[in-house]
């Protein structure tokens, strides 16, 4: 539940952080996404990119955890 939250909000930011540095490289002064459709896809994009990522992370520290658990027990 807290990973959706978090990548929801991610996602986000990922839309002005991506507009950010196209509009940087390619000396553009404004970013028309074409409504709100297409913005929403990108959001999308990144929240589950971002959910992605965070659920491999989570999964990590798991069985980093479960691993350090029984090699203490030997």
Do not use: C, H
């Not at 002005?16 to 999308?44: D, H």
């Not at 992605?52 to 990590?60: F, H």
């Amino acid at each position: 539940m807290i990973r959706a939250a978090i990548a929801g909000v991610v996602g986000f930011i990922l839309i002005f952080v991506e507009s950010l540095l196209i509009m940087k490289l390619k000396g553009y002064e404004t970013i028309e996404f074409g409504g709100l459709t297409p913005f929403i896809n990108v959001w999308a994009m990144n929240f589950f990119v971002v959910f992605a990522i965070l659920t491999q992370v989570t999964n990590w520290f798991e069985n980093r955890a479960d691993m350090e658990k029984s090699e203490d027990s030997y």
